[in-house]
């Protein structure tokens, strides 16, 4: 096979044969899927014909060790099986999706992310300016073994619900202190740590309505947020002695050396006013 094309037009063509009858009327492409925030790729889709999810698999390293006619046999087994286990487990919420509001917005949050993440993705997903951040939502579906499937909404996902980004933000800040209500973590007299979701992805609390109302009943006084993760954010109480430059350097060092890249969100600061309920960026 002279290309990496060629082999996944011979593995679309392929794949029938080494499928069970009922997979066999599947539709099967060759397709490139965008992942948001990660790295995209070429390869096969599978989607039976009743069923508006499918799978997609990234064949790059089969292709890398598939030398000869033997070597493909064995290559083909392995990914209809892999196929097969993946329909067979896929969660049933996947199909709910596409045709439950009240359930797609029970399982959407929003997500705080570097502007610059999306800037090549800007086109494909709903999304708002915020200072140096973009808001993002993201699906979260917690399954029995304690895992987490989680997906970035796509503006095709929100048409389905014939929404748009306005819309769905407003509908979110009602429903998200409810269904991933915000937590607070004590870390010592002045500082706390909130996030929602167990802390995963739970950055965007700080965008909740009831957030500076909430965060100011426990930290008495007005306070400084870092938000240097997408998972939670540092609460500073204002009073505590801490100057902006020190904070400065404190956000420095956990963006860059204490958070994985995928993870980091601002080296900026912002200061919370509880009694005016504002959240703004320190001068």
């Given at each position: 096979m002279s290309s990496y094309f060629d082999f996944l037009d011979?593995?679309?063509?392929?794949?029938p044969e080494y499928l069970p009858p009922e997979y066999r009327d599947a539709d099967i492409q060759v397709k490139r899927t965008e992942k948001h925030l990660s790295e995209s790729y070429d390869g096969i889709c599978f989607r039976m014909k009743d069923s508006s999810v499918g799978v997609c698999m990234n064949l790059k390293s089969v292709y890398e060790n598939v030398d000869g006619s033997?070597?493909?046999?064995?290559?083909m087994t392995s990914i209809a099986s892999n196929i097969m286990e993946a329909i067979h487990e896929r969660p049933d919420e996947l199909e709910m999706i596409m045709g439950d509001?009240?359930?797609f917005i029970k399982h959407?949050?929003?997500?705080?992310?570097?502007?610059?993440?999306?800037?090549d993705i800007r086109d494909d997903i709903p999304f708002r300016m915020w200072n140096d951040m973009a808001l993002i939502y993201r699906m979260i579906l917690p399954q029995e073994d304690e895992g987490i499937l989680t997906c970035v909404v796509t503006n095709g996902l929100l048409s389905n619900f014939g929404l748009d980004e306005e819309e769905l933000y407003e509908i979110l800040m009602e429903t998200l202190p409810e269904n991933y209500p915000v937590d607070f973590r004590k870390f010592c007299d002045d500082i706390f740590v909130a996030g929602c979701n167990?802390?995963?992805?739970?950055?965007g609390c700080m965008f909740y309505p009831d957030f500076p109302?909430?965060?100011g009943e426990l930290?008495?006084?007005n306070f400084y947020i870092l938000p240097f993760t997408v998972h939670s954010v540092l609460l500073v109480r204002d009073g505590a002695g801490m100057s902006k430059k020190f904070?400065?350097?404190?956000?420095?060092?956990?963006?860059?050396?204490?958070?994985?890249?995928?993870d980091r969100l601002s080296k900026e600061i912002y200061y919370c006013n509880i009694t005016e309920k504002t959240i703004e960026r320190t001068a």
């Open positions: 011979k593995v679309r063509k392929s794949l033997e070597e493909f046999s064995a290559a509001l009240e359930f959407v949050m929003i997500q705080p992310v570097s502007s610059r993440s999306i800037e167990d802390h995963y992805k739970g950055a109302e909430k965060a930290i008495g006084n904070m400065e350097n404190i956000s420095f060092r956990l963006s860059t050396y204490e958070t994985a890249p995928e």
